[in-house]
């Protein structure tokens, strides 16, 4: 089986790598070729280097390893392809941070006039990818990590469905399956024996029930303040707020109920996000020798932890200020997801994931194109969303003026018209003008 990486000199390739090498399951339906493609070769030579380290201490079999920068080379044979590109850089992201906070609006990756200027560079560029896949690898199955996730994955897959390739292309996100687990733990439940019922878009998303033995324990756990205190969410949102919703909340949606609180602390920061990860990663592309995998691998592992460390820090810094927990460092998460994925459709082991796909009615207000993110039935024939249930207002109505901004972005991208990126801004939820939202088009140099 072979696994092309796009984007495969980014940081976080290695955690795929490992990922690989500890595949315990049949031999039958594991990677035996991993190509990696990108447009850097200096990036591809220092990730090559951490992952020539990791199989020097590998305790299985190792997938076959080759890169390229000839996308159509990397894509032709393939039988998953892994998009995780980031166009533009980060010099880009930061970009797409300083404009809205110049404008007194938040500067997010995925989130606000952020993630939409993001998506708007974007788009295009993962638009030509889906092309090229059903070109030269039709029977592929293409899993989209490129952020903003679920907006990204729409677009690809409305080019592979006009190609007659509808439900080949799968978003994954490993936020909701981090607060699944750290809720679990919570309750002192085993995370991989629990249900969850979860419903959103990427990055706006509810976990509405917590089942352990066909009972729902989020009551309890919501009822519980040290319980609630014990993990991430519930710190960053607070006992009382989460029991008014009756639901834990995507991280994500810090931004949109702290709205002030969050604008305030990133403006106060002394660097955005995007400026902390281009000097520490500027820093570990300059210092990672090509000949000497252990010092690369070292110098990737103090990167790392330092990158985990300091995961949503605005955000925490405005809850309170306090420090992520240990075994939230592990870095492991979405590459856990994209193999468990793998495994279920190349082996047919059955098992239900949270995804990025085509809701297909699963979820009661939107349309059946639209995707969401909702717990999935994965197998040989593919994924099937499973059906979430009514919705509740508050919360079916943000992913509507999502769902709205997310598609006025991709009409954007398609035909190059500034009205529908100007409606991409302006509609967002956390922008709260439309001169604001012309202002940052001019600066963000968009037609």
């Known amino acids: 089986m072979r696994l092309t990486v796009l984007g495969g000199g980014g940081f976080r390739v290695p955690l795929v790598h490992r990922a690989l090498l500890e595949d315990a399951g049949d031999p039958a339906g594991r990677c035996t070729e991993l190509v990696l493609y990108d447009t850097d070769r200096a990036r591809l030579d220092a990730i090559g280097a951490v992952l020539a380290h990791q ?59 952020g993630g939409v200027l993001y998506g708007l560079r974007t788009l295009p560029v993962a638009v030509r990818i889906a092309e090229r896949v059903a070109e030269t690898a039709p029977g592929a199955w293409l899993i989209n990590f490129t952020n903003p996730a679920g907006m990204v994955t729409e677009a690809m897959d409305r080019v ?94 810090h931004y949109y109920y702290f709205t002030r609180e969050a ?24 210092a990672a020798r090509p000949d000497d995998p252990e010092q690369a691998h070292r110098e990737w592992e103090r990167t790392r932890l330092e ?40 082996r047919g082991e059955r098992t239900t994931l949270i995804l990025n796909v085509p809701g297909r009615g699963a979820v009661p207000g939107l349309d059946g194109d639209a995707v969401v993110e909702v717990p999935c039935l994965v197998d040989a024939s593919g994924v099937r969303p499973l059906a979430t249930g009514p919705v509740a207002p508050d919360q079916l109505g943000l992913m509507l003026a999502l769902k709205a901004v997310e598609r006025a972005a991709i009409e954007a991208a398609r035909s190059g018209s500034r009205r529908a990126a100007l409606r991409a801004l302006a509609l967002h939820p956390l922008v709260d003008s439309v001169r604001v939202a012309e202002r940052i088009l001019a600066a963000a140099g968009l037609p």
């Open 160 to 253: 592979l469905s006009e190609r007659g390739l509808p439900g080949r292309v799968i978003g994954i996100c490993d936020s909701p399956v981090g607060l699944c687990r750290r809720a679990a733990r919570a309750l002192g439940a085993d995370p991989d024996r629990a249900g969850y019922d979860y419903v959103g878009l990427n990055h706006l998303g509810w976990l509405r029930r917590l089942t352990v033995d066909g009972t729902d324990r989020l009551p309890g756990l919501l009822a519980d303040s040290a319980a609630l205190a014990s993990f991430e969410e519930g710190r960053l949102f607070g006992a009382d707020w989460l029991r008014t919703l009756g639901a834990l909340p995507n991280e994500y949606l």
């Open 55 to 113: 199989r020097r201490h590998r305790t299985g079999p190792a997938p076959a390893l080759r890169v390229t920068t000839d996308l159509d080379d990397a894509l032709r044979g393939a039988d998953f392809v892994f998009s995780a590109i980031r166009v533009g850089g980060l010099a880009g992201r930061v970009r797409d941070e300083r404009v809205p906070l110049a404008e007194g609006v938040l500067g997010q990756e995925t989130v606000g006039a």
């Open 307 to 346: 990158r985990e460390g300091t995961y949503m820090a605005d955000s925490r810094e405005a809850s309170g200020g306090w420090e992520r927990d240990s075994c939230d460092l592990d870095g492991g998460g979405y590459d856990r997801v994209a193999l468990a994925l793998m495994r279920a459709v190349a």
């Open 263 to 286: 604008v305030a602390s990133a403006a106060s920061a002394q660097a955005t996000r995007g400026e902390f990860l281009l000097e520490q990663q500027s820093r570990f592309y300059a």
